[in-house]
């Protein structure tokens, strides 16, 4: 079995975070495995985790009435999956579904909040790097929704 610390200092998304903190953040980390068509995470359901996806692919979707399944993002190898575990109610906006077999490091949200709770440090550098990645996703569905909705015209 890989090491948790070194597979987390390596990660893109901490990069720049001390020694100390990766260690932290160790203590909150599991590895996981899902194949393809599994879902990681299902809109309106508990948000306990979030992911570093260490290898494979996974379909951001939302559901549109009449429509069904609308992709809004991929998200790759070195990418962070889910944001929801850090806002109450702690409740997932989007489905993401894996379409090939995707590794991931599982991170405990619960975990994470109540050791920024104790180190305000962490939790600042924490929440500089998920506002980045809220931001993203934010400009993401707004582009997805004029593409989906600018093809009509009011009269």
């Not at 194949?35 to 996974?58: S, T, W």
């Not at 992709?71 to 929801?84: N, Q």
Request: glycine share 8%; charged share 25%.
């Amino acid at each position: 079995m890989e090491n948790l610390e070194r597979i987390l200092s390596a990660h893109p998304f901490l990069s720049g975070m001390t020694a100390q903190q990766i260690e932290v953040l160790v203590g909150c980390a599991s590895n996981a495995v899902f194949k393809p068509g599994e879902f990681i995470i299902r809109e309106g359901q508990p948000a306990d985790h979030f992911y570093f996806i260490r290898h494979g692919l996974v379909q951001i979707e939302t559901h549109i009435p009449q429509r069904g399944a609308l992709i809004i993002r991929t998200r790759h190898e070195g990418e962070v999956l889910g944001w929801s575990w850090m806002i109450p109610p702690y409740r997932w906006h989007f489905d993401a579904r894996v379409s090939e077999l995707t590794r991931v490091i599982a991170m405990d949200g619960k975990c994470l909040r109540d050791k920024c709770d104790r180190d305000h440090d962490l939790g600042y550098e924490i929440m500089k790097r998920f506002s980045l990645i809220i931001a993203e996703r934010l400009e993401a569905t707004r582009l997805q929704l004029m593409d989906v909705y600018g093809n009509s015209t009011t009269k």
